[in-house]
T-cell receptor, first 114, second 114 residues
């Protein structure tokens, strides 16, 4: 079975620019997560979707970050405008349902903001 | 807020030997779940082992086992017969019985010496 796909794998932008990341979860997985992993830290949940609805976005900086999951499958995470402190790896994960179902992670997108 | 602490930023072990990675957490909840994730250099996170707090028996998955001390809020991971492929970052994670947030520690980088 195919894993979680993410693109691009790497992105370098200048501050104040916009950037978007794409995630395709494992087929049939209802729950999708976006995490931010800053170097030297563990992943921090930004947003969780159940199908196409938002379950938790309490740690998403909504003034600059947005995410959507149209049709309950693919998802995009956008940063507009980017700041230096947004440099991190952005991980997407999916699970069959939510709760304590095992999360399957994608390879991540490494963002560098100059 | 829940916090997860991994006090060992780096650990090393000789191939075929045993190593224990430490994790402590802070919570006022009685029901919750604990996880160990492995993140190899390719960056794809993989679930290693899971423990339900209501279970007294320590979880075991082949060469991986945990020492769960609920009263002490300690959740260590023991890797027996270490293999070169075990080299990775290991993250301890906590999740409440209800709610969606996973809380990750800062990770322990494990090196396996041939």
């Amino acid at each position: 079975e195919a894993g979680v796909a993410q693109s691009p794998r790497y992105k370098i932008i200048e501050k104040r620019q916009s950037v978007a990341f794409w995630c395709n979860p494992i087929s049939g997985h209802a729950t999708l997560y976006w995490y931010q992993q800053i170097l030297g830290q563990g992943p921090k949940l930004l947003i969780q979707f159940q199908n196409n609805g938002v379950v938790d976005d309490s740690q998403l900086p909504k003034d600059r970050f947005s995410a959507e999951r149209l049709k309950g499958v693919d998802s995009t995470l956008k940063i507009q405008p980017a700041k230096l402190e947004d440099s991190a790896v952005y991980l997407c994960a999916s699970s069959l349902e939510g709760g304590t179902d095992e999360q399957f992670f994608g390879p991540g997108t490494r963002l560098t903001v100059l | 807020a829940q916090t997860v602490t991994q006090s060992q930023p780096e650990m090393s072990v000789q191939e075929a030997e045993t190593v224990t990675l430490s994790c402590t957490y802070d919570t006022s909840e009685s029901d919750y779940y604990l996880f160990w994730y492995k993140q190899p250099p390719s960056r794809q996170m993989i679930l290693v082992i899971r423990q339900e707090a209501y279970k007294q028996q320590n979880a075991t998955e082949n060469r991986f086992s945990v020492n769960f001390q609920k009263a002490a809020k300690s959740f260590s991971l023991k890797i027996s017969d270490s293999q070169l492929g075990d080299a990775a970052m290991y993250f301890c994670a906590y999740r409440r019985d209800t709610g969606n947030q996973f809380y990750f520690g800062t990770g322990t980088s494990l090196t396996v010496i041939p």
